[in-house]
């Protein structure tokens, strides 16, 4: 802070001046991306339900997110993409806690910073705390994205080879 105080006011060129697009997102663009998770996650439940039922996946649609659960333990164990399209439903949020209840499991819920106000003091007054902070970090795509270098193929996964993916990562 002293340093900060003698040194020259006057202003600077940083690099976040300098760039071409936001570093921040609206909360229309932190929808789209948290509910891109959501339908990553739904899909990754959607397999688990096809090769394990007995794990009881389920995917909810709740205040235009999803709430997925995919099994035990699962990373993909969440409420995603909620707080964009207006206030809390108690009532179905009762009902998605009683469902994780039912498998086992807390709803754990990823709510964005943008996401309604409401949805933060409801879920506190609930009893949730929060467990951590994640900051999605993006870039525009267009020109500055290299080509894919020969030799290196890119395509979707077929769900024959989920199994296969799965011990990759």
């Known amino acids: 802070w002293r340093e900060a105080r003698t ?7 940083s690099s976040l ?5 936001p570093v921040f997102c609206p909360p229309g663009l932190a929808a789209r991306i ?12 959607d397999a688990v339900g096809a090769t394990q039922p007995d794990f009881l996946p389920l995917v909810a649609e709740i ?3 999803r709430a997925i659960f995919a099994g035990p333990e699962s990373p993909t164990n969440k409420m995603i993409g909620v707080g964009f399209d207006g206030p809390v439903d108690e009532e179905a949020l009762s009902a998605l806690e009683a469902e994780f209840a039912a498998r086992g499991a807390k709803l754990q819920a990823e709510i964005a910073t943008l996401a309604e106000p409401g949805w933060h003091a409801c879920l506190i007054g609930r009893g949730y705390t929060p467990s951590g902070f994640e900051n999605v970090l ?4 267009g020109a500055a994205v290299p080509a894919v270098p020969a030799g290196i193929d890119i395509e979707r996964v077929a769900p024959s080879e989920l199994d296969l993916l799965g011990e990759v990562m």
């Open 7 to 13: 040194s020259s006011l006057e202003p600077r060129a």
């Open 17 to 21: 001046e300098t760039r071409d697009f």
């Open 34 to 45: 948290d509910r891109a998770e959501g339908r990553l996650c739904s899909a990754i439940a």
């Open 63 to 65: 205040a235009g997110g």
């Open 138 to 141: 993006g870039h525009p795509l």
